[in-house]
T-cell receptor, first 113, second 114 residues
Framework: DAKTTQPPSMDCAEGRAANLPCNHS???????VYWYRQIHSQGPQYIIH???NNETNEMASLIITEDRKSSTLILPHATLRDTAVYYC??????????????FGTGTLLAVQP | KAGVTQTPRYLIKTRGQQVTLSCSPI?????VSWYQQTPGQGLQFLFE???????NKGNFPGRFSGRQFSNSRSEMNVSTLELGDSALYLC?????????????FGQGTRLTVV
């Protein structure tokens, strides 16, 4: 699985968009980009995933560059409850992969009031 | 529907003892994975079970083992506990046979070894 690189921490003002970057320069053609987050002392929570097209759901948007070497998770209107560690993971595209998550160190997003 | 349930939530054990943790996946999910989270090593993949068979394994010593039952419930066992085994143990479930699905995590079992 491709290695991902994320900044260790970021701040965001409440109500503003939070843009969390992720580099995955060695990603292969059949690896998906998944995002999870972990609020303190809770189990990780799935946010979104994509292959090459931009994706949006009720929680966030995922923008993947055309060369697929990096992506950005966008939380459109961050709230204090979005304070968490955000993990970007590259996963092979087969059934067993989606439950074999290799977590990096993630980005601690601190939403400020 | 009910989420992933892990029991117990908290556990204190003594060095040298063994411990068994339980995980009940979401109904219909056939894949269960286990993770260890410590402040020093972060979230690390232990193993994954699908249809009662271990399908993937992380880089942990043989003291860490698991199994899955026919109803997809899973247990993990740690024998000869060491102080370094103190951690949050998380379980996650997916449908298993499908691609592009997300994993659902339980709240974890906090194990303290004294």
């Amino acid at each position: 699985d491709a290695k991902t690189t994320q900044p260790p921490s970021m701040d965001c003002a409440e109500g503003r968009a939070a843009n969390l970057p992720c580099n995955h320069s060695t990603i292969s053609g059949n690896e998906y980009v998944y995002w999870y987050r972990q609020i303190h002392s809770q189990g990780p929570q799935y946010i979104i995933h994509g292959l090459k097209n931009n994706e949006t759901n009720e929680m966030a948007s995922l923008i993947i560059t055309e060369d697929r070497k990096s992506s950005t998770l966008i939380l459109p209107h961050a709230t204090l409850r979005d304070t968490a560690v955000y993990y970007c993971i590259a996963l092979m595209n087969y059934g067993g992969a989606t439950n074999k998550l290799i977590f990096g160190t993630g980005t601690l997003l601190a939403v400020q009031p | 529907k009910a989420g992933v349930t892990q029991t117990p939530r908290y556990l204190i054990k003594t060095r040298g003892q063994q411990v068994t943790l339980s995980c009940s996946p979401i109904s219909g999910h056939r894949s269960v994975s286990w993770y260890q989270q410590t402040p020093g090593q972060g979230l690390q993949f232990l193993f994954e079970y699908f249809s009662e068979t271990q399908r993937n394994k992380g880089n942990f010593p043989g003291r860490f083992s698991g199994r899955q039952f026919s109803n997809s419930r899973s247990e993990m066992n740690v024998s000869t506990l060491e102080l370094g085994d103190s951690a949050l143990y998380l379980c996650a479930s997916t449908r298993g046979g499908q691609r592009n699905t997300e994993a659902f995590f339980g709240q974890g079992t906090r194990l303290t070894v004294v």
